[in-house]
């Protein structure tokens, strides 16, 4: 097999779906009406995990509470929060609000999720549990000569760039890498921390260990207002990374793919903004779920394809079921 420098990537961009799948936790409209049910309750009691996570970091102030309750009412004018923040790119406090509760809500979600480990649920009972999602199959598939025991080389070639906020991926694999390598924690860190993982718009902290240095990690499931804080902290919005140098990187990145995969995407036009400029990369092979997708947008999406050259795969199914059918075209060299 040829070494990783001398081949170009395979590399996955990720969309709501692909997280929702595999890790269950809220998004596109189901994150909203979470948000909108936890910051009504938050402004009807003047009380909530929000509140104090502003109490502890400069004080709650009642133009926090108004940028509140202007989420509550028109947050359903949009599929997503991100759409809504991104309306009201005028309004900052909107913005901050809003990460607040993203972060909320899927530090909540994480507490509950099937990757929560604990005594009752060591991480080869999770793997078993979680064999047939989409990424359990590019665990076992990818690079299907390599030994499963050499973990960075079963990803050789292999990179993700997500549009998600939530830390799923990552923590799979560390599940995923502690299970099969019957590791530590710490040893399983350490080889996760060398697969290439893009968060186009941040994440919600950083998992022990993965954390860049001088930044304090944010623990799985850890919903406590500090945490809640820190972890908003690290989510832009669209403009922000629009206007942003990470976005170029991303950019260089996908110019350099030999295969692009989209996984849960709905191609939004802001979010193909950030990946290409002016269309799809010359000649790479393209694969992606378009579920649920209208006629007219898959069309759009298929022509532009074209266009570039690109050999091009879409098909209206999740994410697990078109890994199934296309796994020897995406993962085999």
């Not at 939530?166 to 099969?180: G, H, K, P």
């Not at 930044?215 to 206007?243: C, F, M």
């Not at 995407?265 to 790479?284: C, D, K």
């Amino acid at each position: 097999m040829r070494q990783a420098s001398a081949m170009k990537p395979t590399i996955f961009v990720l969309g709501a779906g692909a997280s929702c799948e595999f890790g269950g936790f809220p998004v596109g409209s189901g994150l909203a009406q979470t948000i909108d049910s936890q910051l009504t309750g938050e402004v009807q009691n003047r009380d909530g995990h929000l509140s104090s996570a502003l109490m502890i970091n400069g004080g709650l102030q009642d133009e926090h509470r108004a940028a509140m309750a202007r989420i509550t009412r028109g947050i359903h004018s949009r599929d997503s929060i991100d759409q809504f923040v991104d309306d009201c790119r005028n309004e900052p406090l909107v913005a901050k609000i809003a990460k607040l509760a993203i972060a909320h809500a899927l530090l909540s979600a994480e507490d509950v999720s099937e990757l929560r480990v604990d005594e009752r649920r060591p991480p080869e009972l999770i793997l078993r549990s979680m064999r047939e999602t989409w990424i359990g199959y590019v665990c076992r598939y990818a690079n299907p000569d390599v030994n499963r025991q050499n973990f960075i080389s079963t990803l050789q070639n292999i990179s993700f760039v997500t549009f998600n906020y939530d830390r799923s991926l990552e923590r799979f694999l560390i599940i995923w890498v502690r299970a099969t390598l019957g590791v530590s924690y710490e040893i399983a860190v350490g080889l996760v921390s060398q697969i290439p993982i893009t968060h186009v718009f941040g994440q919600v902290g950083h998992l022990p260990g993965l954390a860049p240095p001088g930044v304090p990690p944010t623990e799985y499931g850890d919903s406590h207002p500090s945490n809640v804080w820190r972890a908003a902290q690290g989510i832009k919005t669209y403009t922000e990374e629009l206007e942003s140098a990470h976005g170029q990187a991303v950019r260089e990145l996908l110019l350099g793919a030999r295969k692009i995969v989209f996984l849960g995407f709905q191609y939004h036009q802001p979010n193909m903004r950030i990946l290409f400029e002016g269309g799809f990369p010359r000649a790479v092979q393209v694969y992606g779920t378009v579920y649920e997708m209208s006629i007219r947008s898959i069309d759009r999406l298929e022509q532009g394809s074209s266009n570039s050259g690109c050999q091009h795969e879409f098909e209206n199914e999740k994410c697990l079921p078109f890994m199934k059918r296309f796994r020897e075209e995406i993962l085999e060299e």
